[in-house]
């Protein structure tokens, strides 16, 4: 996979240790005198979570520093970091905001703070000799370690947790949710027909009933399949985050498309088998680096992911590649049969 030298061996380099090439003084200033650090999200749900990645460097850096600064929240998605119980008193008035560009603008920055952009285009994919970092909070956390010049104590997958506790389970019955909401139909939407001939499938392969809750966006389309196939159907529509959030962490397997709630899913539910449907995008960039966060790809994502490029940053012309290689040319089956395969792995 096409990557980019970080210019040292991340394993074989100690914790503290001053990292080679030049680091960016503004920030090592930032981190030295920030009084607070404002986590600001309010674009897109799957960008800002993948983004905090970088958060992370940035408190990890901090505690490298022996410093305990406040953390506070803006924006929709904001909010979604653990903002944990950070306390400080500084005299100076310095605030450290790392966000997208309505996040920040909800932030209000004053000539007195250090903006950190998290733009998803721009966080290319970092080599270190011995590993290949493709995953998204990894690309922004090393950026971040980068740019302050010394070895921060973070691994994969870079995260944060926001795991939720997850109910008992009767054993029987195989609790599946797919995410059939996007904000692009044309592109991403698998379709719940194909969503529930895969569920179905699962339930057969492990010999389980099955329930499947379809999860769809605010309004509330998702066509419901006429024959279930003994298949229990729900439905959840324009549900808040905190509601899919504990729905989430009650699921057995979830799957969807590259969508935000599918990311969801994998921050939320360590006991979920979470399964991304990739056909525009690099499958191994849009992902958390989870375990249990896995994915299946187009022709056309592959592409994507060996050369390390963005349609749209890259400008390319994928409507060819679209029609010869669909959403839809994943088949229910193969979905199916990898869920179980997931779900096998973590029971032995």
């Not at 539910?269 to 966060?293: D, P």
């Not at 390390?308 to 979905?335: K, W």
Request: glycine share 10%.
């Amino acid at each position: 996979m096409l990557s980019l030298p970080l210019g040292y061996d991340r394993e074989a380099t100690p914790v503290g240790e001053t990292l080679p090439g030049h680091p960016d003084h503004e920030l090592r200033r930032a981190l030295d005198r920030c009084a607070r650090i404002v986590v600001a999200f309010d674009g897109k749900l799957g960008d800002s979570l993948l983004a905090f990645g970088a958060v992370t460097a940035i408190t990890d850096a901090l505690s490298l520093l022996g410093r305990s600064v406040p953390l506070t929240t803006r924006g929709r998605y904001g909010s979604l970091y653990p903002t944990g119980r950070m306390t400080g008193s500084y005299g100076c008035s310095l605030r450290l905001i790392v966000g997208d560009e309505p996040g920040i603008a909800l932030a209000q920055p004053t000539g007195d703070d250090h903006v950190l952009l998290c733009r998803p285009e721009e966080a290319h994919c970092r080599s270190d000799g011995r590993r290949v970092h493709t995953f998204l909070p990894s690309r922004y956390y090393l950026g971040v370690e980068e740019r302050a010049g010394v070895r921060l104590p973070g691994g994969p997958p870079f995260l944060p947790s926001l795991a939720r506790e997850a109910g008992d389970s009767d054993g029987r019955t195989l609790t599946i949710a797919a995410v059939t909401a996007t904000s692009w139909p044309r592109r991403k939407d698998y379709g719940a027909e194909r969503f529930t001939m895969a569920a179905r499938v699962i339930g057969e392969r492990l010999g389980r009933r099955v329930r499947l809750i379809l999860v769809s966006g605010r309004d509330g389309t998702t066509h419901r399949p006429s024959d279930a196939g003994g298949v229990r159907l729900d439905s959840v529509a324009g549900a808040d985050l905190e509601t899919l959030a504990s729905l989430f962490a009650q699921c057995d397997v979830v799957l969807g498309n590259d969508t935000g709630l599918t990311h969801l899913a994998a921050f939320v539910s360590n006991r979920a088998e979470v399964i991304g449907l990739y056909g525009r995008h690099s499958h191994s960039k849009w992902r958390t680096g989870l375990g249990h966060h896995h994915a299946l790809a187009t022709p056309f994502s592959e592409h994507m992911h060996r050369w390390d490029m963005c349609p749209v940053r890259d400008g390319l012309d994928e409507t060819a590649d679209e029609q010869r290689a669909p959403l839809s040319a994943i088949s229910p089956t193969l979905l199916a049969d990898t869920a179980v395969l997931a779900l096998e792995r973590r029971s032995s």
